[in-house]
C-alpha cells in the first residue's frame, strides 16, 4: 500500500512521532506518497538511508532560502497552452498529468505536482492541436507529474493522437514509475507504448543503485525487450549519490540493465530543498572522476537547468568560468548567466 501521510509514515517505522506536527505541516504544502516496493527498500532506522532522504519528507522542507524559486527551470514562462512547455524549438513537454506514484522531496516541479488530476479532456485537445499546428515539433516529451501512471487504455489513446500528427517523429517519456511501482508497468501498459508509427523513448529517473531492485530490473526489461530504448537521469544529491563509488555503481548497474545513463543533473533551487543541493565543484569532480576509469557507455552529460527557464546548459570544465563566488555558465544562444553555488 502506498503511505500517503505522515501519520502512515510513523505507523510504519519510517518516520518519528516526535516530528509528526511538523511533517503534518509539510505534507500540507508539498504532497506525500511512499510506494510499498519503496519503503520496503528504505532503512528506517537510519536517518541518512539514501533511498528514504529520496523520498521521506522532512521538517527542513519548511524552510525556503531567498534564492529558491516556485518554478526553478521556468516552465511557466514557456507555456503558450495548459499542460505544454515550448522552450525548445523541436520539441515540447506535454504535461498530461501532475500526479506521480512517488513524491520525491527534491522535486523541482513540488509546487505544482500532486495538487489537480489531470489535464481536463479540453485541455489536452487543446495541448494536441498546439502539438499539430506547429510542424517545427518533431518530438514530444510527455512529463508531469509521472505520465505512466495514466491508463494503459488513455496512454494508447494519446499515443495514437500524436501518431496522427505527421511530424511529430518521437515520443518521449519521462517516468520514475519503473522503480516506483514496477509492477504497474504491465505487458499492457508496454503495448499502450508501441502502437503507433512515432518511436516511443523511455528515460528513467533514477538516483541509486539500490533503487534498482530485482522487481525495477523485471520492469526495465519489459520495455526494452518490447524494442523501446531505455535511457536514464540521476539528479545529484547529496548525501545520495554524491559519492564516487555510488554514482559509478548506480551507471554499471543501469547499463548492465541495457538502460543508457542520459543527463546528471544538478540540483535545482527548488524551494526547501538545500539539504540535497552539492556545488558545481562537487558535481564537475564526480563526472572527472566517471570519465576516469569507467567504460563510455556510463557517462551521463552532467547538466544545469539555468534557473529562469533559459533551458539546459552542459556542465564541464570548458563550459564554465568563474567570477568570484559565481559560475558563469552560457545558454543554447551563448547568452551568459550566473549562478551562485
Ligand atoms: C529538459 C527539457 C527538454 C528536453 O531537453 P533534452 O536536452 O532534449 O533532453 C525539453 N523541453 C523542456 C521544456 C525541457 O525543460
Ligand atoms: S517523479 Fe519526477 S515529477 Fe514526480 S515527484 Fe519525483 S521528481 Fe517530481
Given at each position: 500500500m502506498t503511505l500517503r501521510s505522515p501519520r502512515a509514515l510513523v505507523e510504519a517505522g519510517l518516520a518519528r512521532s516526535e516530528d509528526l506536527a511538523a511533517l503534518e505541516r509539510v505534507a500540507a504544502r508539498y504532497a506525500v506518497a511512499v510506494t510499498s516496493d519503496l519503503s520496503a527498500i528504505?532503512?528506517?532506522?537510519?536517518?541518512?538511508?539514501p533511498i528514504g532522504l529520496q523520498y521521506l519528507p522532512d521538517p527542513a522542507e519548511l524552510e525556503t532560502r531567498p534564492e529558491e524559486l516556485p518554478d526553478p527551470i521556468g516552465d511557466a514562462a514557456h507555456s503558450p497552452v495548459p499542460g505544454i512547455v515550448h522552450r525548445y524549438p523541436d520539441r515540447v513537454l506535454l504535461k498530461p498529468v501532475s500526479v506521480c506514484a512517488v513524491y520525491c522531496r527534491f522535486c523541482f516541479r513540488r509546487e505544482s505536482v500532486?495538487?489537480?488530476?489531470a489535464l481536463s479532456a479540453g485541455e489536452i485537445r487543446g495541448a494536441l492541436d498546439y502539438v499539430r499546428a506547429h510542424p517545427e515539433i518533431w518530438e514530444v516529451i510527455l512529463s508531469g507529474g509521472d505520465p505512466l501512471v495514466l491508463s494503459p487504455r488513455r496512454l494508447a489513446r494519446l499515443f495514437q493522437d500524436l501518431a496522427a500528427i505527421g511530424h511529430v517523429k518521437v515520443v518521449r517519456i519521462h517516468t520514475r514509475l519503473p522503480v516506483?511501482?514496477?509492477?504497474?508497468?504491465?505487458p499492457a501498459l508496454v503495448r499502450a507504448l508501441r502502437g503507433s508509427v512515432a518511436a516511443t523513448w523511455v528515460v528513467l529517473h533514477v538516483n541509486h543503485p539500490r533503487e534498482l531492485t530485482g522487481a525495477a530490473t523485471e520492469a526495465c526489461a519489459r520495455l526494452v525487450d518490447a524494442g523501446i530504448p531505455v535511457l536514464s537521469q540521476s539528479v545529484l544529491l547529496r548525501g545520495v549519490n554524491d559519492a564516487p563509488e555510488v554514482l559509478e555503481a548506480l551507471m554499471r548497474a543501469l547499463v548492465e540493465r541495457r538502460i543508457k545513463p542520459y543527463y546528471l543533473h544538478h540540483g535545482d533551487l527548488a524551494p526547501g530543498t538545500a539539504r540535497f543541493r552539492t556545488g558545481i565543484a562537487d558535481g564537475l569532480a564526480l563526472a572527472a572522476a566517471l570519465r576516469g576509469h569507467v567504460s563510455g557507455l556510463c557517462q551521463p552529460t552532467y547538466v544545469l537547468d539555468i534557473p529562469g527557464g533559459h533551458g539546459k546548459a552542459r556542465l564541464g570544465p570548458a563550459d564554465l568560468s568563474r567570477d568570484g563566488d559565481e559560475w558563469c555558465v552560457a545558454d543554447r544562444k551563448g547568452r551568459q548567466h550566473r549562478y551562485r553555488d
Open positions: 528504505i532503512d528506517g532506522a537510519d536517518a541518512a538511508d500532486g495538487r489537480a488530476e516506483a511501482d514496477p509492477g504497474r508497468v504491465t
